[in-house]
C-alpha cells in the first residue's frame, strides 16, 4: 500500500521541505540579474491531531511561505508535504474543505458586502450542510461577539471586528487544521485577548489543531504549549517555549516607578539597565517568576506601580544565535 494513503496520527507532516524563489533584480538599465531566495530550506516537523503549535521567526524567515504550501496555494520546489494524508498543491480544492486559513494582513471577506452576504457565500461554496453552517455560525458569533456586526459592510469594520469576522469565515465548515498567520498584528489589547480567547477554547472544545504565525510572544504563551522557530528558511528549534527561553537565556524586564529619582536599585537576582527620572528598568532571568522579585522590591524601596515587560521574539532569537556562534 502507498505509504501516503495511511492515515497516521500526524495531521500536517514535512519533510525536507523547500521552496525556492527565481526572483530578477533590476541591476542597472535594462539589466536583470536572476538569483534564487530560498525562502524555505529544508524544513522537517509533524503536528499530531488536535496539537496548539506556535511558528515563529523574524520577517522574511519564510512563515508565510511554509503556511502558502501548507494550503496548497504554493507548490513546494522540494521535499514532501502532507496535511491529512493529501498532497496540498496537487488535490488544493479537496484539501480546503478540510482546512482553515487566515492571513492577519488580508481578508478573505468581501470588501463591499456586510459581513453576513460573505458568510452565506461561503455556505454555498464550501456547500456546507445548512443545519451545520447554523450550528457553526451561531457558536462563532456568540463567541467572537458578531452579532452587531453582521448588517456591517466589511470596509466599515475596526481591524479587530474584521480579524473576528475573518476568522469565524475560516471555521464555517468545520476544518480539522486551522492556519492562523499573524492573527493578532495591529490588534489593540482588547481585541487581542478576545482572539486569544476564542482560540484556546477552540483547540480545547473542538479538538482544532491549529498552526499559530505571531510576532508576538504573548499569543505563545497563552496557547502554545509547543513552539518551533524557523530563520533563513530553517528550523532553529521545535520544543516547549520554557526551553526557548532557556536557549536564549533571555531576559525579562520588570518596570518600576518609584516615588522619587533614586540611584540604581540593589536587588538580589536583577540588574538595573536604565533609570530614566523615578523609573527603573531591572533585567531578570526569563524562566523566573516575577512575584519574589517584586517582592523584593517592595519590601526595600517606594514603589508606585510596576510593569513587566516580555521578550520580544526577535530578541530571544537575537540571542540564540549570538549564544550558538560563541559556544
Ligand atoms: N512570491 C515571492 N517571490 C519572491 N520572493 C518571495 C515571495 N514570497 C516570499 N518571498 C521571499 O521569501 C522569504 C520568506 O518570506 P515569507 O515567507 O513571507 O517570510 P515571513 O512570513 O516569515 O515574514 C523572504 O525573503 C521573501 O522576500
Ligand atoms: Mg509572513
Known amino acids: 500500500m502507498e505509504p501516503d494513503l495511511i492515515a497516521g496520527p500526524d495531521l500536517i507532516e514535512l519533510d525536507g521541505v523547500e521552496k525556492v524563489f527565481d526572483v530578477r533584480k533590476k541591476t542597472g538599465f535594462l539589466r536583470r540579474e536572476k538569483h534564487e531566495v530560498r525562502a524555505v530550506d529544508g524544513i522537517s516537523f509533524t503536528v499530531p491531531r488536535g496539537e496548539m503549535v ?6 522574511g524567515a519564510g512563515k508565510s511561505t511554509t503556511i502558502k504550501m501548507l494550503t496548497g ?17 496537487r488535490e488544493r480544492t479537496r484539501l480546503a474543505r478540510r482546512i482553515g486559513v487566515v492571513f492577519g494582513q488580508r481578508t478573505t471577506l468581501w470588501w463591499d458586502l456586510p459581513l453576513i452576504d460573505s458568510y452565506r457565500l461561503m455556505h454555498r461554496m464550501y456547500r456546507i450542510p445548512d443545519a451545520r453552517y447554523k450550528e457553526n455560525l451561531d457558536r462563532c458569533v456568540e463567541l467572537l461577539e458578531l452579532a452587531e456586526l453582521l448588517d456591517v459592510p466589511v470596509r466599515q469594520l475596526s481591524l479587530g471586528q474584521r480579524m473576528r469576522g475573518d476568522i469565524a469565515a475560516a471555521l464555517l465548515h468545520d476544518p480539522e487544521v486551522l492556519y492562523l498567520d499573524e492573527p493578532t498584528i495591529g490588534l489593540d489589547v482588547i481585541s487581542k485577548a478576545k482572539v486569544r480567547g476564542f482560540l484556546r477554547d477552540l483547540n480545547a472544545e473542538s479538538g482544532t489543531t491549529v498552526l499559530l504565525t505571531t510576532h508576538d510572544l504573548t499569543d505563545i504563551e497563552q496557547l502554545c504549549k509547543r513552539v518551533m522557530v524557523i530563520d533563513h528558511g530553517r528550523l532553529m528549534y521545535d ?57 523584593r522590591v517592595a519590601e526595600r524601596y ?21 549564544d550558538k556562534s560563541t559556544s
Open 73 to 89: 496555494i504554493l507548490t513546494p520546489s522540494g521535499g514532501r508535504l502532507r496535511v491529512a494524508g493529501i498532497d496540498p498543491s
Open 239 to 295: 520544543g516547549p517555549l520554557a526551553g526557548l527561553h532557556e536557549a536564549g537565556e533571555s531576559e525579562r524586564t520588570l518596570v518600576v516607578d518609584l516615588e522619587r529619582e533614586l540611584p540604581p536599585l540593589e536587588v538580589e537576582s536583577a540588574r538595573v539597565v536604565k533609570v530614566e527620572g523615578p523609573r527603573q528598568w531591572l533585567a531578570f532571568p526569563a524562566a523566573e517568576s516575577a512575584a519574589p522579585l517584586v517582592a
Open 54 to 59: 506556535g511558528y515563529i521567526g523574524p520577517n
Open 302 to 322: 517606594p514603589m508606585v506601580d510596576l510593569s513587566v515587560r516580555e521578550p520580544d521574539i526577535e530578541a530571544v532569537i537575537a540571542k540564540m544565535y549570538a
